[in-house]
């Protein structure tokens, strides 16, 4: 799986995602963090043995299915994440 986007990257066997979250109405402001998760690429024949998947088209146009076993951290900063993916 290649995810290489603004808001999502994936490297390493782990997946990396930006959240934002609303912290002022005037003017209006938004927090990033970011969450990284451990990610299995699953089969067709695998999606009944999980309980929740997500699909999605990565960067070469593939489908890929896939779905999250671990949460190595949340919270983090852009910079945090880059060190957990090993760039």
Known sequence: MQIDRP???????????QYRERVNTTPVRYKRSWT???VLVLDEAQ????????????????????TCTGDIGSGLTKYQVIALLGQ
């Not at 808001?7 to 995602?17: I, T």
Request: a positive charge.
């Open 7 to 17: 808001n999502m990257v994936c490297r390493n066997g782990l997946l990396a995602e």
């Open 47 to 66: 999606v009944g043995l999980y309980d929740r998947h997500s699909v999605i088209t990565d960067d070469a146009g593939n489908r890929v299915i896939y």
């Open 36 to 38: 990284v998760r451990r």
